[in-house]
């Protein structure tokens, strides 16, 4: 849990090595230098979704549309 007693998860998996090339983050990290690659995780079960919106939840301080 965070300082505020919420759990959080991390997001991880296995190394794996698929560019041998002289630009990759492996390589420029080992050299001390910074690497930012700019990633989205869309975890989003869509199918699910349309399912949910037929249900008619009706949550606090929320506008029902």
Not at 3 to 12: A, F, G, M, V
Not at 43 to 53: G, V
């Amino acid at each position: 849990t965070d300082p505020n007693h919420r759990t959080y998860y991390w997001l991880t998996g296995k190394k794996m090595i698929l560019d041998n090339g002289n630009d990759v983050d492996d390589l420029v990290v080992m050299q001390r230098k910074v690497s930012i690659t700019p990633i989205h995780y869309d975890l989003t079960n869509y199918d699910f979704l349309e399912e949910l919106k037929s249900w008619n939840l009706k949550l606090p301080g929320t506008k029902q549309s």
